[in-house]
């Protein structure tokens, strides 16, 4: 088995070889925020979409960021270099680090050294997906984790056990309601479509700001589609002639059954595919 090659703290070192600091807030109080950038052709789908959106994650948590933006993208080539990805993604994680001893209280933030990781994953035939050609399907659950939902941290836990609910449960994935709504799905925003409306919840805490799904309402507004966005219930969902999901590792997915309803003709419907079209030829064009 070929190691991958890793970036940690600054340095380039087989995977094997990469070490984190046991007193590491990330691992001892998931005291971090992350990023997934989709790799396709080799190169890097909407970087800086993430790398803006990281910076304002490391600002709600009073963060200091140890990498410019610059160097960032010099480390995310790099890594798709030596480990020859063509179709994949990196994943980045940066932590407050091992100020000291652990401890709720953390210290002056310019005085801690933080910890950044990337690493990559090869997916071969990520734009092709099967599951794309055939939709997923999704269940319903409570949606019980913290309210700064917009701040993209490690604190996956939650969406991890609805995955796992899911699968049980025999779906693809979950989506979350609160307080009679459909927040989001436990790794990706979610959408319906009534007519050809559409519809999406509105950005605030409740959700995370996905830079997939700012530029597929751009582009589906660019196309001429009506988009609104506004709360929606998962009954309303249920009765939606078609529905989908936006993420940077799934792209447009396709939803073709909800807590056992199909939705429309139960196949992937006409806006979903067109969007996810348009979302690959588009992103390929400004690929860096």
Same mark, same amino acid.
């Given at each position: 088995?070929?190691?991958? @090659?890793?970036?940690?703290?600054?340095?380039?070192? !087989?995977?094997?070889?990469?070490?984190?600091?046991?007193?590491?807030?990330?691992?001892?109080? *998931?005291?971090?925020?992350?990023?997934?950038?989709?790799?396709?052709?080799?190169? &890097?789908?909407?970087?800086?979409?993430?790398?803006?959106?990281?910076?304002?994650?490391?600002?709600?948590?009073?963060?200091?960021? /140890?990498?410019? @933006?610059?160097?960032? &993208?010099?480390?995310?080539?790099?890594?798709?270099?030596?480990?020859?990805?063509?179709?994949?993604?990196?994943?980045?994680?940066?932590?407050?680090?091992? /100020?000291?001893?652990?401890?709720?209280?953390? /210290?002056?933030? $310019? @005085?801690?050294? !933080?910890?950044?990781?990337?690493? @990559?994953?090869? %997916?071969?035939?990520?734009?092709?997906? !099967?599951?794309?050609?055939?939709?997923?399907?999704?269940?319903?659950?409570?949606? +019980?984790?913290?309210? =700064?939902?917009?701040i993209k941290t490690v604190q996956l836990l939650y969406p991890s056990m609805g995955k796992m609910m899911a699968k049980k449960a025999g779906a693809d994935d979950a989506w979350m309601i609160e307080d009679g709504y459909v927040t989001e799905g436990t790794s990706n925003n979610a959408y319906i479509v009534k007519?050809?409306?559409?519809?999406? =919840?509105?950005?605030?805490?409740? +959700?995370?700001?996905?830079?997939? =799904?700012?530029?597929?309402?751009?582009?589906?507004? $660019?196309?001429?589609?009506?988009?609104?966005?506004?709360?929606?219930?998962?009954?309303?969902? %249920?009765?939606?002639?078609?529905?989908?999901?936006?993420?940077?590792?799934?792209?447009?997915? !396709?939803?073709?059954?909800?807590?056992?309803? *199909?939705?429309?003709?139960?196949? /992937?419907?006409?806006?979903?595919?067109?969007?996810?079209?348009?979302?690959?030829?588009?992103? &390929?064009?400004?690929?860096?």
């Amino acid at each position: 088995m070929t190691l991958r @090659t890793v970036y940690v703290n600054g340095e380039y070192v !087989p995977e094997n070889e990469a070490r984190v600091s046991i007193f590491d807030r990330g691992f001892l109080m *998931a005291d971090g925020v992350y990023e997934v950038t989709s790799v396709l052709d080799g190169k &890097l789908i909407d970087f800086d979409g993430h790398a803006v959106r990281l910076q304002r994650s490391l600002d709600a948590l009073d963060m200091v960021n /140890p990498i410019s @933006t610059e160097d960032l &993208l010099e480390v995310h080539r790099e890594l798709v270099r030596v480990n020859e990805v063509e179709e994949g993604m990196i994943y980045l994680q940066i932590t407050r680090g091992a /100020p000291g001893d652990r401890d709720f209280v953390f /210290p002056d933030p $310019e @005085t801690t050294e !933080p910890t950044i990781v990337l690493f @990559t994953q090869n %997916k071969p035939g990520l734009a092709d997906s !099967p599951a794309a050609r055939k939709g997923i399907k999704v269940i319903s659950i409570e949606d +019980i984790r913290w309210g =700064r939902r917009d701040i993209k941290t490690v604190q996956l836990l939650y969406p991890s056990m609805g995955k796992m609910m899911a699968k049980k449960a025999g779906a693809d994935d979950a989506w979350m309601i609160e307080d009679g709504y459909v927040t989001e799905g436990t790794s990706n925003n979610a959408y319906i479509v009534k007519g050809s409306k559409i519809i999406t =919840r509105a950005l605030s805490n409740d +959700i995370l700001h996905g830079i997939t =799904r700012a530029s597929v309402l751009r582009f589906a507004r $660019e196309a001429q589609m009506e988009v609104e966005e506004r709360n929606f219930t998962i009954d309303e969902a %249920k009765e939606a002639d078609e529905a989908f999901i936006t993420s940077a590792s799934t792209f447009v997915m !396709p939803v073709v059954e909800i807590d056992g309803v *199909a939705l429309g003709d139960g196949v /992937p419907g006409r806006v979903a595919q067109r969007l996810r079209e348009i979302y690959l030829e588009e992103s &390929l064009k400004k690929a860096i």
